[in-house]
Nanobody
């Protein structure tokens, strides 16, 4: 059974850091394009960062230099390290896995076509 489970959300003060984890089961993450997405209150879902099987990455402009995506193949887990968090980063964060290894990270983040999503984890940035 294909499953994605996110961990690591919580409440953090502005300027703080969090690391989100997304553990996969039923398939091998490194064989597909993987992404982190978020949906803030009253906002549409948006792609935050995506990574392809060969390590190519994409970051939306608002998180460049602050967020970092990585995969631990041994643990079949993808991470999103979030530093210098801002109140506007408050959202439910989801990970997703494409059904193709050839989808570019940009395409994955801008227009995800996959049905493989985690349940989400809440990140709240507030003082």
């Amino acid at each position: 059974q294909v499953q994605l489970v996110e961990f690591g959300g919580g409440l953090v003060q502005p300027g703080g850091s969090l690391r989100l984890s997304c553990a996969a089961s039923g398939f091998t993450l490194e064989e597909y394009t993987i992404g982190w997405f978020r949906q803030g209150p009253g906002k549409e879902r948006e792609g935050v960062s995506c990574i392809s099987f060969n390590g190519t990455t994409y970051y939306r402009d608002s998180v460049k230099g602050r967020f970092s995506i990585s995969i631990d193949n041994a643990k079949n887990t993808v991470y999103l390290q979030m530093n210098s968090l801002k109140p506007e980063d408050t959202a439910v964060y989801y990970c997703a896995a494409d059904r193709s290894m050839w989808t570019t990270p940009w395409a994955m983040c801008v227009a995800p076509l996959t049905d493989r999503w985690g349940q989400g984890t809440q990140v709240t940035v507030s003082s």
